[in-house]
């Protein structure tokens, strides 16, 4: 099992710009999340997904849109990018009950 | 909305000792889960203990053990005979029910010295 698959690792991205950061995961759980995680801010969360079809926003949505038309796949696009969404971007996945496993984070700059 | 205060921002302790991370949170939620995540300076996040709230007994796992105190809306961690390997940023993290949203403090950092 691959568990939660991220791409790119890293990326600088100029103010404006969009993109899509990719997140799979090959465990079939239910759950998907994307955070971002700043430094002394923690982790925060962006949008959640209950499922394929199904998705809600999270703490800092803005600037974000998602989509989850598969149970597998759960990529995050930045429209239009700013120099605030400069982060570490962290997708994770679960079943029901049990712990996210996360993949192993994007970083992300917007000059 | 639920919250989760971690108000050690940094602590230290000595290989082989014993160290507490404090944790507490608020909801007004009855059916929920804690967790504890581990960062190491790899960035990748690891989970390293969970709780279901409906039981009341502690959680363990080999070295790490944790004091839920449902009333009080604590849920501490104990790192017992700490290891280097043990140096790392230490979440807690809510989720409210079997399937919610996880919400995470702001992390303590930890560094076992030798």
């Known amino acids: 099992n691959a568990g939660v698959t991220q791409t790119p690792k890293f990326q600088v991205l100029k103010t404006g ?23 002394g801010m923690g982790l925060r969360l962006i949008h959640y997904s209950v499922g394929a079809g199904i998705t809600d926003q999270g703490e800092v949505p803005n600037g974000y849109n998602v989509s989850r038309s598969t149970t597998e796949d759960f990529p995050l696009r930045l429209l239009s ?15 029901q009950g049990y712990g996210y496993t996360f993949g192993s984070g994007t970083r992300l700059t917007v000059v | 909305a639920q919250t ?58 080999n070295r790490f053990s944790v004091n839920f105190q449902k009333a009080a809306k604590s849920f501490s961690l104990k790192i017992s005979d700490s290891q280097l390997g043990d140096t790392a ?13 996880l919400i995470f403090g702001q992390g303590t950092e930890l560094s076992v010295k030798p």
Request: glycine share 2%.
């Open chain 2, 89 to 101: 940023m230490y979440f807690c993290a809510f989720m409210k029910g079997p399937g919610g949203k």
């Open chain 1, 17 to 39: 710009q969009s993109m899509t950061l990719q997140c799979a995961q090959d465990m079939n759980h239910e759950y998907m999340s994307w955070y971002r995680q700043d430094p």
């Open chain 2, 4 to 61: 989760v205060t971690q108000s050690q921002p940094e602590m230290s302790v000595q290989e082989a000792e014993t160290v507490t991370l404090s944790c507490t949170y608020d909801t007004s939620e009855n059916n929920y889960y804690l967790f504890w995540y581990k960062q190491p300076p790899s960035r990748q996040m690891i989970l390293v203990i969970r709780q279901e709230a409906y039981k009341q007994q502690n959680a363990t796992e």
């Open chain 1, 81 to 95: 990018a700013a120099p605030s969404q400069t982060s570490v971007y962290f997708c994770a996945s679960s079943p």
